[in-house]
């Protein structure tokens, strides 16, 4: 059974840094991708970025600039570097983990942990 843990979510203040981290029961080269989303009070679930097994990054455009995603493979943990942080950035934030097989994709979610940026 594969299995999403994250670490790394706090309290901080707005300009502030954390680093979230994502360590799996399975090599992280298993999975297509690697990504994080996050969700606010009240609203869906958004995308926030994403690595690719040949470690191309995506990001959403609120994130840009100041978030960057990273892989170790030796450690099978997928980090997700958080600076000059928003009051907006406070959610919770999962992991996902994918996996392409013959009849579609299998996703796989950690449990969440929370940021909130507040002064």
């Known amino acids: 059974q594969v299995q999403l843990v994250e670490s790394g979510g706090g309290l901080v203040q707005p300009g502030g840094s954390l680093r979230l981290s994502c360590t799996t029961s399975?090599?992280?080269?298993?999975?297509?991708?690697m990504g994080w989303y996050r969700q606010a009070p009240e609203k869906a679930r958004e995308f926030v970025a994403s690595i690719t097994i040949r470690r191309n990054t995506n990001y959403a455009d609120s994130v840009k600039g100041r978030f960057t995603i990273s892989g170790d493979n030796a450690k099978s943990t997928v980090y997700l570097q958080m600076n000059s942080l928003k009051p907006e950035d406070t959610a919770v934030y999962y992991c996902?983990?994918?996996?392409?097989?013959?009849?579609?994709?299998?996703?796989?979610w950690g449990q969440g942990t929370q940021v909130t940026v507040s002064s």
């Open positions: 996902n983990a994918r996996r392409l097989i013959s009849t579609g994709p299998i996703n796989y």
């Open positions: 399975l090599s992280i080269a298993s999975f297509s991708d």
